[in-house]
């Protein structure tokens, strides 16, 4: 499975973005996918993650009520719709799949995209 996530961009605090991941392959509706997020000089964290079915959905603390995830099995792609955008969501966000029984564990998903970079000013 590959993975492209793309829509990254400069944008103003108070703003929005739409992240998308697209992927290769027959078997993306099989998979559970979830985003990642880097900022500089910190550690990866979890973002947000959606079940194969997508009747699940996760989400960090800092992004609930403000990111939605939803995904389109039919177009393979998983989207990430960002809104309120604040200086502090400036980051690389990476898209993941695989099976998981922790959604916010990076070690559950196998497989990674490139990263796409968010940047938020102030």
């Known amino acids: 499975v590959q993975l492209q996530a793309s829509g990254g961009g400069l944008v103003q605090a108070g703003g929005s973005l739409r992240l998308s991941c697209a992927t290769s392959?027959?078997?993306?509706?099989?998979?559970?996918m979830g985003w990642f997020r880097q900022a500089p000089g910190k550690e990866r964290e979890f973002v947000a993650a959606i079940s194969w079915t997508g009747d699940n959905t996760y989400y960090a603390d800092s992004v609930k009520g403000r990111f939605t995830i939803s995904r389109d099995n039919a177009k393979n792609t998983v989207y990430l719709q960002m809104n309120s955008l604040k200086p502090e969501d400036t980051a690389v966000y990476y898209c993941a799949a695989g099976w998981f029984h922790r959604p916010d564990r990076e070690r559950e998903y196998s497989y990674w995209g490139q990263g796409t970079l968010v940047t938020v000013s102030s």
């Open positions: 392959g027959r078997t993306f509706s099989r998979y559970d």
